[in-house]
């Protein structure tokens, strides 16, 4: 970690070489970091289905640092900057036949790596509203989301752009050519999920339009060469009943077709290809999914219920690095509302309804802690083993950050899964996370 801190210094001090001492004071005298703590135990038990070497479950435990540096901006009518991430993870415990692929803790070909570590810079630059980054990047976009389900985070790597120079309207565009799993030190290419071959290339834009207070509206439009383009439309109403009480309405509708390679047998032939069932078994992205999730909100309960409905030309897709061969990059997000800890209801012709109850406890007055449960049942899935397959997942979450005193801050949590499906292994799941984030400056 010390030698990540040395590396950012002497970045920063090269970045500002070029300016004076006047035109310094905003980027030294905004910059702050901090140093994000997280101890993560993760047990998941594959029930009815051993691994390659005959494990039976996955369960390990990790100690991971997470340095975040943000700069300020330069004086002028262009604004230069320098944010840094690094990123170690190091293995307290993962013995042989707990250690099953390189789900949270890389696989050194013997088993459990004893530490990895990672570096990212994003220069920026920043004129009027606008910003632009370059590095490394933390997308959270109808599009793609990075995935941080376990003890580091999934990077990618490319540029981006940002503007808000509209009022309520906030534009977004870029290109990502790298990603970084959330188990892994190594980058790659992007892919998809059943996708062996690397694509270099995906291009986003899109908008996000506020009209008025309580009405959000979004496009975006996505394309990873060779694989396939996407279009987003996304609509969010949140309508005030009363005092503490309100009435949350989220739409969402994805159109996915191929691109490029997939689009062509050849194309297919050599790697660029989606996983499961696919129209006349060809490999081809052909996708409609749309959802609509409803949450009633008083004072401290919140109840969401939903439906969403994927269809049977191909499973739903966004950028997944998984199945490229010997990167060990597994982990990706997807956006959608049935994206839990166990399944994404992603599935071609999986209709799934869904519902989940939460609790904040500061309602009653216990401030810090809160609760959840979740249930999802998916149907009619069209697989390469038949039709009409059906899963189940029920999740619960538990989380306390504590209020004060010497560990003021420290947030505890636990997950609990349980899935049960026709075409995945049945599994049960337990999470035990601390956290804990000291500020540097």
């Keep these: 970690m010390n030698k990540t801190l040395h590396g950012i210094s002497l970045t920063a001090c090269a970045l500002a070489l070029p300016f004076s001492p006047c035109a310094l004071a905003d980027l030294v005298g905004d910059s702050h970091a901090s140093l994000n703590l997280r101890n993560f135990y993760f047990n998941n038990d594959f029930r009815d289905r051993p691994g390659s070497a005959g494990q039976s479950k996955t369960e390990e435990w990790a100690q991971g640092f997470m340095l975040n540096f943000t700069s300020g901006y330069t004086e002028g009518t262009v604004g230069v900057g320098l944010d840094a991430i690094g990123l170690l993870g190091l293995t307290l415990d993962s013995g042989a036949g707990r250690h099953r692929g390189s789900s949270m803790i890389p696989d050194d070909g013997n088993g459990a790596a004893s530490e990895w570590s990672r570096l990212g810079l994003t220069p920026k630059l920043k004129f009027s509203k606008t910003e632009a980054r370059y590095g490394t990047l933390l997308p959270k976009l109808p599009v793609l989301t990075y995935n941080d389900g376990r003890l580091l985070p999934q990077t990618f790597e490319g540029g981006q752009v940002t503007s808000g120079e509209i009022d309520g309207l906030t534009l977004t565009a870029g290109r990502l050519e790298h990603a970084t799993g959330r188990g892994s030190s190594d980058r790659t290419g992007l892919a998809v999920s059943g996708g062996t071959r690397e694509s270099n290339q995906f291009l986003f834009a899109g908008g996000d339009y506020k009209l008025g207070q309580d009405l959000l509206a979004q496009y975006y439009f996505a394309n990873l060469e060779d694989y396939y383009d996407q279009h987003f439309l996304g609509l969010t109403h949140s309508l005030p009943i009363a005092e503490g009480q309100s009435f949350k309405t989220e739409l ?16 297919r032939a050599a790697g660029f290809r989606v996983g499961g069932f696919t129209e006349d078994g060809t490999g081809e ?18 109840l969401m219920a939903g439906y969403q409905v994927v269809s049977d030309g191909s499973n739903f897709v966004q950028p997944n690095q998984g199945s490229l061969p010997d990167k060990g990059a597994g982990g990706a997000s997807i956006y959608l509302h049935t994206d839990r800890m166990l399944a994404s209801f992603n599935r071609a012709g999986e ?22 449960v979740m249930y999802l049942k998916g149907e009619d899935i069209e697989s390469l083993s038949g039709a009409d397959k059906s899963e189940w997942e029920r999740d619960i979450g538990l989380d306390y950050v504590i209020q004060g005193g010497a560990l003021k801050g420290l947030g505890v949590a636990w997950r609990n899964g349980l899935l049960h499906s026709d075409i995945d292994p049945n599994q049960a799941q337990n999470r035990l996370i601390l956290s804990y984030s000291l500020p540097l400056f």
Excluded at 252 to 263: C, L, V
Excluded at 292 to 298: Q, V
């Design 351 to 372: 209709r799934t309804g869904f519902a989940q109850y939460s609790y904040d406890f500061a309602a009653t007055g216990i401030p810090g802690l809160k609760a959840s």
């Design 285 to 302: 992205i052909d996708n409609h999914t749309w959802s609509a999730a409803f949450t009633y909100s008083i004072k401290g309960h919140a």
């Design 252 to 267: 969402r509708y994805f159109r996915t077709t191929s691109d490029g390679a997939n689009g062509t047998a050849t194309g």
